[in-house]
């Protein structure tokens, strides 16, 4: 019974290929997120969806497209992946009442570019 | 630029005593943090949080203060237990959505 689960949990791929990354959350949250945290450990947030529609999109490069076929569902895909892409990427939701405030994350997917 | 910052990357204290996380901002729009813990391979999850209107928050071993003349909070566990052990990160909001989380601090507490 998983609150905020992500598949997969690693990912090791070559330069240039699109890859996806796929969350469920089953709090009944309004509102999920996907951070990415670097080599410097920095959680910042990419994607922000509120009952399926984009709220926030933090810079980030065109090759990133996030989808939320549901309120419960929240993908990320990657084109075109590049070196600077490897990182641990952590999808998130909150309840729409709390503001986004308290934010519940899933285990993170490590993404490995060669 | 950095909002929210965790200078110390690491402590390490002995099992039963106080462990002192500290936290400076620069934003002094500020209203709200939070302190979210993180052990390897898993998900950061909430721990406690306060609100500006206060300048202590506790729950159990955990306490939050928060001094905004000094744009600064700290999360004191007091006692300090192995279990403990984690990558410790302050968080603000801005807006509604987002939350601005500093670099962590990773706490050891060695028994």
């Known amino acids: 019974d998983t609150a905020v689960s992500q598949t997969p949990k690693y990912l090791v791929t070559q330069m240039g290929n699109d890859k996806s990354i796929k969350c469920e959350q089953n709090l009944g949250h309004d509102t999920m997120y996907w951070y990415k945290q670097d080599s410097k450990k920095f959680l910042k947030i990419m994607f922000s969806y509120n009952n399926k529609e984009l709220i926030i999109n933090e810079t980030v490069p065109n090759r990133f497209s996030p989808k939320s076929p549901d309120k419960a569902h929240l993908n990320l895909h990657i084109n075109s992946l590049e070196l600077g892409d490897s990182a641990v990427y952590f999808c998130?939701?909150?309840?729409?009442?709390?503001?986004?405030?308290?934010?519940?994350f899933g285990p993170g997917t490590r993404l490995t570019v060669l | 630029d950095q909002q929210v910052k965790q200078n110390s990357p690491s402590l390490s204290v002995q099992e039963g005593r106080i462990s002192i996380l500290n936290c400076d901002y620069t934003n002094s729009m500020f209203d709200y943090f939070l302190w979210y813990k993180k052990y390897p391979a898993e998900g950061p999850t909430f721990l406690i949080s306060?609100?500006?209107?206060?300048d202590k928050n506790e729950d159990g071993r955990f306490t939050v203060f928060l001094n905004k003349s000094a744009k600064h909070l700290s999360l004191h566990i007091v006692p300090s237990q192995p279990g403990d052990s984690a990558v410790y990160f302050c968080a603000a909001p801005r807006g509604n959505y987002k939350l601005t989380f500093g670099k962590g601090t990773l706490l050891t507490v060695n028994p």
């Open positions: 306060i609100s500006s209107i206060k």
């Open positions: 998130a939701s909150s309840p729409r009442l709390a503001g986004g405030l308290e934010q519940f």
